[in-house]
Each structure stands twice: as structure tokens, then as C-alpha cells.
């Protein structure tokens, strides 16, 4: 095998599958790439074996064939040659040259027949989806799935398919059992139940995507969910198990509604976590008619008060939360203003954008 290819795409194309090449693997052929190239393009493929990428890209003085080398080896040395073209070329027992102008190097490589096949990614039936769209729906949900091993469920993203006032929407939920989000588009899928793809399965996607601008196709095959542009194909193993009825979590009785400007809101909150990182994260917020006090503390690491303008003609009511978790859905949220919706001291609280409709976020009480 030999082709040449320019460098900063070579290096792009790399960089994406970084995070899916396992270096701490008990199986050594993960840690590694498998790139196959015929008719002037070549394909770059990563596998952890629940999470798999493939980039195609051009390349010119193609000779067929197929090589596989340490993927994060590999990136580091495309990144230090100098010059704008690069040639690959296979040696004898899977050793590799790559050469740029006058620098040379020669990595050992594996037996490409050792590296996993890649799965089928012929889905019996897709739909399309932006790809910056997908990307903000998973930016506004998946940090509040599980990270806790022992609820494999939960570390994942629900996905569905809903039908609400006669529209279909592409809906994401994920929760940990503390907090929950929720975030829906209006577009049909070709999803007959709903699936839960894995937190860090999603995560990748993301950081794959970057900032294309193009549509993707989303499909599923057996077990796996598979989306796709025209240079790139990601497969996601799917989790098993049932995801819990997360629509009793959101409540629907709340009618005490605070209106919070959010950076006021965050700069309060950051302030009072200065304390409350040392007793469990706990805040308390007493509210009343146009203001917020936000207390936390103890004797032994001290105490901290404020006080914020909020829009609340309702009955006073005193509720405590998690202030890491609310950070978390404030620096999620892109308005100038939310909506706090609450029922009593010790029920959760829906946190919702201003003057948008299509996501929200559910955070359970604290006793303190």
C-alpha cells in the first residue's frame, strides 16, 4: 500500500478518532488504526468495539492495500512534519515509512487482519437531522446522564420518537436520579421505540461533528446506531436495558413561577459554592416577593448571604438544591432570563429558558 495525501487533512482526519482509539486496552489491536485505500481515497477507521469511526478522505499515487499502526503514534509524528504533503507508504512485516521532504520515519504496525471488522452501516431505515442541531440537543442533555457504572441504563441518553398536539418531535432525556433534562426538535423519525445510546458514545459524536454544517443520517442496525455524512460514519453500540418513565419526574403542578436573570443567577451561585463545596453542595434559596436570598454554611466553614432581584408574586417559599447541579443547567441554557417553576419545599423544581419551548431541565430538592 502507498498513497499520498496532504497534511493538515491527514491530521484533521486523525485527530477525530483520537478519543475512540483505546491506549489502556487489554486488547492491543484497539490502541491501533486500520487505513485501507483504492481509487485515490483512503479510509481511517477506530474502534473501542462500542463506539466505532471512519473518516474517508482524497488521496493521490494511490497503490491498494490496507495498514495498521498505533493511532495516537501515528497522529503525533503527522503533526511534527514539516511541509504540505505526506506519503505512506507499507513495508515488509507491517512496518510503515512516512515521509515528508527530507524526514523519514518507520513505525511497526499489526497485521491488519487482526482489527476488528468494522459493522454494518446499512440501516433499514434513516432520517436526517442537521448537524448542529444534533449537536445542541446532546450539549443541552448529557451532562446530566449517570456516571455511576453500576446504572448502566442511566449512563446513557434516552431517545424517541414523540407525538405531541399532533406534531412529531425527535425528543433526548437523560437523568441521573438527581436532575434531569430534556430536549425535543420537530422532526420525524424512523424510530419505532426509543433507545438509549451511551453518554460517552455521544460525547464522541460531538466532538466528531466539530462544526460541520451538513445533515446527518441516522439509522439503526441491529444493535447499533449509525450516523453519517459523506466522509464520515460513526457506530454506536446501543445500551440495554429499560430506561425509566421519565415523564413522572416532570412535574406538572408547579404554579409558583420565579423569573431569574441567569448571569446574575450563576455569579450568585458560584459565590455561594465557594461554601457549599464543603458541605455537600447544598443551597438554600428563600424567595419572596421580588427578591431571592441565597444562603448556605455552617459554623465550621463559615457562612455566605445574598440577595437578587427575581419576578415572583406568590407566596413565600423556602427550597434547597444541589448548586452544582443548577450550574450545570444555567451554563446549558442560552437566554437572558429563566423560569424556575416550584411547588413546595420538597418538590423539584422546573427550570425552563425564557421564551423557548423545545427544552427543559428538572432538579430534585435537597433536605438540609
Given at each position: 500500500?502507498?498513497?499520498?495525501?496532504e497534511?493538515?487533512?491527514?491530521?484533521?482526519?486523525?485527530g477525530?478518532?483520537?478519543?475512540?482509539?483505546?491506549?489502556?486496552?487489554?486488547?492491543?489491536?484497539?490502541?491501533?488504526?486500520?487505513?485501507?485505500?483504492?481509487?485515490?481515497?483512503?479510509?481511517?477507521?477506530?474502534?473501542?468495539?462500542?463506539?466505532?469511526?471512519?473518516?474517508?478522505?482524497?488521496?493521490?499515487?494511490?497503490?491498494k492495500?490496507e495498514?495498521?499502526?498505533?493511532?495516537?503514534?501515528?497522529?503525533?509524528?503527522?503533526?511534527?512534519?514539516?511541509?504540505?504533503?505526506i506519503?505512506?507508504?507499507?513495508?515488509e512485516?507491517?512496518?510503515?515509512?512516512?515521509?515528508?521532504?527530507?524526514?523519514?520515519?518507520?513505525?511497526?504496525?499489526?497485521?491488519?487482519?487482526?482489527?476488528?471488522?468494522?459493522?454494518?452501516?446499512?440501516?433499514?431505515?434513516?432520517?436526517?437531522?442537521?448537524?448542529?442541531?444534533?449537536?445542541?440537543?446532546?450539549?443541552?442533555?448529557?451532562?446530566?446522564?449517570?456516571?455511576?457504572?453500576s446504572?448502566?441504563?442511566?449512563?446513557?441518553?434516552?431517545?424517541?420518537q414523540?407525538?405531541?398536539?399532533?406534531k412529531?418531535?425527535?425528543?433526548?432525556?437523560?437523568?441521573?436520579?438527581?436532575?434531569?433534562?430534556?430536549?425535543?426538535?420537530?422532526?420525524?423519525?424512523?424510530?419505532?421505540?426509543?433507545?438509549?445510546?451511551?453518554?460517552?458514545?455521544?460525547?464522541?459524536?460531538?466532538?466528531?461533528l466539530?462544526?460541520?454544517?451538513?445533515?446527518?443520517?441516522?439509522?439503526?442496525?441491529?444493535?447499533?446506531?449509525i450516523?453519517?455524512?459523506?466522509?464520515?460514519?460513526?457506530?454506536?453500540?446501543?445500551?440495554?436495558?429499560?430506561?425509566?418513565?421519565?415523564?413522572?419526574?416532570?412535574?406538572?403542578?408547579?404554579?409558583?413561577?420565579v423569573?431569574?436573570?441567569?448571569?446574575?443567577?450563576?455569579?450568585?451561585?458560584?459565590?455561594?459554592?465557594v461554601?457549599?463545596?464543603?458541605?455537600?453542595?447544598?443551597?438554600?434559596?428563600?424567595?419572596?416577593?421580588?427578591?431571592?436570598?441565597?444562603?448556605?454554611?455552617?459554623?465550621?466553614?463559615?457562612?455566605?448571604?445574598?440577595e437578587?432581584?427575581?419576578?415572583?408574586?406568590?407566596?413565600?417559599?423556602?427550597?434547597?438544591?444541589?448548586?452544582?447541579?443548577?450550574?450545570?443547567?444555567?451554563?446549558?441554557?442560552?437566554?437572558?432570563?429563566?423560569?424556575?417553576?416550584?411547588?413546595?419545599?420538597?418538590?423539584?423544581?422546573?427550570?425552563?429558558?425564557?421564551?423557548?419551548?423545545?427544552?427543559?431541565?428538572?432538579?430534585?430538592?435537597?433536605?438540609?
Amino acid at each position: 500500500m502507498k498513497f499520498v495525501i496532504e497534511k493538515d487533512m491527514l491530521q484533521t482526519n486523525l485527530g477525530k478518532i483520537q478519543g475512540i482509539a483505546e491506549r489502556k486496552s487489554t486488547i492491543p489491536i484497539l490502541a491501533n488504526t486500520l487505513i485501507s485505500g483504492e481509487n485515490n481515497r483512503i479510509s481511517i477507521v477506530a474502534t473501542d468495539l462500542e463506539i466505532g469511526v471512519m473518516e474517508i478522505t482524497e488521496a493521490t499515487k494511490m497503490e491498494k492495500g490496507e495498514i495498521c499502526v498505533s493511532a495516537r503514534k501515528f497522529y503525533d509524528i503527522i503533526r511534527e512534519l514539516p511541509g504540505d504533503q505526506i506519503e505512506v507508504q507499507k513495508q515488509e512485516n507491517f512496518w510503515v515509512s512516512i515521509k515528508a521532504g527530507k524526514t523519514e520515519f518507520n513505525l511497526p504496525g499489526l497485521d491488519p487482519k487482526e482489527f476488528p471488522a468494522f459493522p454494518s452501516t446499512e440501516g433499514t431505515s434513516y432520517f436526517n437531522i442537521d448537524a448542529q442541531v444534533l449537536a445542541e440537543m446532546i450539549e443541552k442533555t448529557v451532562f446530566a446522564a449517570s456516571s455511576e457504572e453500576s446504572r448502566f441504563n442511566l449512563n446513557g441518553i434516552y431517545i424517541e420518537q414523540a407525538t405531541r398536539d399532533k406534531k412529531d418531535y425527535f425528543r433526548m432525556v437523560a437523568t441521573d436520579g438527581h436532575r434531569l433534562s430534556m430536549i425535543e426538535k420537530e422532526i420525524k423519525t424512523t424510530f419505532e421505540k426509543g433507545i438509549i445510546i451511551s453518554r460517552r458514545g455521544l460525547t464522541e459524536l460531538k466532538k466528531i461533528l466539530g462544526d460541520t454544517e451538513r445533515e446527518i443520517t441516522v439509522s439503526l442496525e441491529g444493535n447499533n446506531c449509525i450516523f453519517k455524512t459523506e466522509q464520515t460514519t460513526v457506530v454506536i453500540r446501543l445500551l440495554e436495558g429499560e430506561y425509566p418513565d421519565y415523564h413522572q419526574v416532570i412535574p406538572g403542578a408547579n404554579k409558583k413561577q420565579v423569573i431569574i436573570d441567569r448571569r446574575e443567577f450563576i455569579g450568585a451561585l458560584r459565590r455561594a459554592q465557594v461554601i457549599a463545596s464543603e458541605k455537600g453542595e447544598g443551597v438554600k434559596f428563600f424567595i419572596q416577593e421580588e427578591s431571592m436570598e441565597i444562603k448556605t454554611g455552617g459554623p465550621d466553614v463559615g457562612n455566605v448571604h445574598e440577595e437578587i432581584k427575581v419576578i415572583y408574586n406568590g407566596k413565600p417559599i423556602e427550597v434547597s438544591f444541589n448548586a452544582r447541579y443548577l450550574l450545570d443547567v444555567l451554563n446549558n441554557i442560552d437566554t437572558e432570563k429563566i423560569t424556575v417553576n416550584l411547588n413546595e419545599e420538597l418538590s423539584p423544581g422546573l427550570i425552563k429558558p425564557m421564551d423557548r419551548e423545545d427544552y427543559l431541565y428538572v432538579i430534585m430538592p435537597m433536605r438540609i
